[in-house]
Nanobody, 125 residues
Framework: QVQLVESGGGLVQAGDSLRLSCTAS????????IGWFRQAPGKEREFVAA????????GYADSVKGRFTISRDNAKNTVLLQMSNLEAEDTAVYYC??????????????????WGQGTQVTVSS
């Protein structure tokens, strides 16, 4: 099972940018899909973005399309989430997740089997 460590959260103002990092401790990272989810107080965990480590397949929630970009750094075993034009509604704990999926990218958090500890993102309006 892969271990995931997130970093990069913080407090920013609306309209600012922030980049989150997810580093995976595995030598077989190419088989995984790495995703970002978020959970705000009193709400369910929701899908944000994901990408398959091999190839260019990505997926984004409608709420972040055009503002967030997910990318990878193979040399560092790291997946990055670049967040731009942040809104107060983006405030949440952001979690990195890993899974192995034959087809597509599931948006259901229950289908992902490895999770990081989470990093807080707070956007003040």
């Amino acid at each position: 099972q892969v271990q995931l460590v997130e970093s990069g959260g913080g407090l920013v103002q609306a309209g600012d940018s922030l980049r989150l990092s997810c580093t995976a401790s595995t030598r077989t990272f190419w088989q995984y899909t790495i995703g970002w989810f978020r959970q705000a107080p009193g709400k369910e965990r929701e899908f944000v973005a994901a990408r398959k480590w091999s190839g260019d397949s990505t997926g984004y929630a409608d709420s972040v399309k055009g503002r967030f970009t997910i990318s990878r750094d193979n040399a560092k075993n790291t997946v990055l989430l670049q967040m731009s034009n942040l809104e107060a509604e983006d405030t949440a704990v952001y979690y990195c997740a890993a899974g192995v999926f034959a087809n597509g990218i599931p948006y259901d958090a229950r289908q992902w089997f490895s999770w990081g500890q989470g990093t807080q993102v707070t956007v003040s309006s």
